[in-house]
């Protein structure tokens, strides 16, 4: 078939068609208003027949020339390789090499574990001095503690009857010159200072100072009677002149002992 045919096949359909439909419109448009002119009748389709060129015709495929599959090669034979001779002198040399090295290592490990065993041996005498040292200084430190409680025991023991022996003279001499203690005059005493500021103010008074006189004839402990000092600014002026005061010890039963509240009471008195 060709294709002007072709072309003419298919606008015939649609010309027809084109057609039936302006008459359809034609009916419709005069049924409607039926005082309009007709319509002219549409010209004739005219269809012109156009020829294409011819379709090439299909060249054939070149058939090609059927390969020849290569021939295959003969087998060659190749060469089977040959070992290399076995060099049994360096094999022996090798083996006793090995084994040399071997004997050399289990030497070091021995050598190791005896080193080890030696240190451990010096760590464990060390650590037993060490504890025995630690506890001949431990029996040391105990046996010293209790001589030197023993030893405080002992002087404990002997100040308290050193003590008691004090006490006893000094009670049995407040008990045989507590009569005397007011007659017991100094062999040395010298008049206190008279305060400058009691100058001043033209004071007069008294004051009575406590003391104890020594084993030695030395005044110890002086301190002013409480309510016995006229005014205070004669205290310290009195308690320093008894201070220097020097008594004949007290002899009792051959032993020089000290006698307590030894009273002496300073008079203030302005010169005309």
Known sequence: MTTATFAAERLLPAGVALA????????????????????????????????????????????????????????????????????????????????????????????????????SREAQRLKARQLARQHEADVQARTEAERQATDQARLAEARAAREAAERARAHMADTEGASSTINYEPLVKKAPVYPERALGKRLEGDCTVEYTVTAKGTVSQPHIVSGACDDEVFARPSMAAASRFKYQPRIVNGHAVKVTNVRNTFHFRLQN
């Open 20 to 119: 039936v439909h302006g008459v359809v419109i034609t009916a419709l448009i005069l049924g409607l208003k039926p005082t309009l002119p007709p319509l002219p009748m549409p010209s004739p389709m005219q269809t012109t027949l156009v020829q294409l060129p011819p379709e090439p015709a299909p060249t054939e495929a070149p058939v090609r020339e059927p390969v020849a599959a290569p021939r295959p090669q003969p087998d060659i034979a190749r060469p089977v390789p040959v070992p290399p001779p076995v060099d049994e002198a360096l094999l022996a040399r090798r083996r006793t090499e090995a084994k040399r090295l071997d004997t050399e290592k289990q030497q070091r490990l021995a050598e190791r574990r005896l080193a080890e065993e030696k240190r």
